[in-house]
């Protein structure tokens, strides 16, 4: 169990860390509770020239398994707790171990995870296989450049990421929804950055 973020929510995860649970607030779960059947299609219909567009399954919002109220008695109090139950998007360690993680918004006022040069300096030595487990954010990912170098895409990819990424971000807009993020996972093959970039110089990323 564990808090993230401002919101103080709680995040649970299963054994195999395949799925997670997070408490949401009653106003998250009546808003979600109306949007079902449009997300539902959102995530299952694969139609970009549709109106509004449907990215089906390439969708980079989060696959919700479980929308769900309970009551519980508090000190001696009824209590009504809200959460949902989702995919985790990130694979268990055992599978692939993720090294470094970005929370992104496109905003870089209070985006700051490390905010000491010192610890900045002491990441950027760390070796790039060496799992770092802190959230790392926008101001972060910047700061980190010239050691984790930039994330390419191949062309078709790139098309897909984009196209999917619009027809999300059209959805959240319809909805109202402005606090969301971008999460990127990285799991490196190599431990230094010039070995990355010897690797990276190697491989065709044009290929899909």
Do not use: W
Not at 9 to 27: E, L, N, P, V
Not at 61 to 70: E, N, Q, R, T
Request: proline share 4%; aromatic share 10%.
């Amino acid at each position: 169990m564990q808090s993230e973020g401002k919101s103080g929510d709680f995040f649970y995860s299963t054994g195999d860390s395949r799925y997670m649970m997070k408490t949401i607030a009653q106003s998250e779960y009546q808003t979600f509770r109306k949007m079902i059947p449009e997300y539902v299609q959102h995530m299952t219909v694969e139609n970009l020239d549709a109106k509004p567009p449907t990215p089906g399954l390439n969708s980079l919002i989060c696959k919700f398994c479980g929308l769900h109220k309970m009551k519980t008695m508090i000190n001696g109090y009824v209590t009504k707790i809200y959460f949902v139950v989702m995919l985790n998007c990130n694979p268990p360690d055992d599978v692939i171990p993720i090294h470094r993680r970005f929370d992104l918004k496109g905003s870089y006022k209070g985006r700051s995870a490390i905010k000491k040069k010192k610890d900045v300096q002491s990441l950027k030595q760390l070796p790039l296989n060496e799992a770092f487990d802190t959230i790392l954010k926008d101001n972060d990912f910047d700061k980190l450049k010239s050691s984790i170098g930039h994330v390419r895409l191949g062309d078709q990819k790139k098309v897909l990421f984009t196209n999917a990424m619009r027809a999300d971000v059209n959805f959240l807009q319809r909805h109202e929804i402005m606090d969301y993020s971008l999460i990127v996972s990285i799991h490196f093959k190599t431990d230094t950055y010039r070995d990355l970039i010897q690797r990276r110089n190697s491989e065709d990323i044009r290929d899909p």
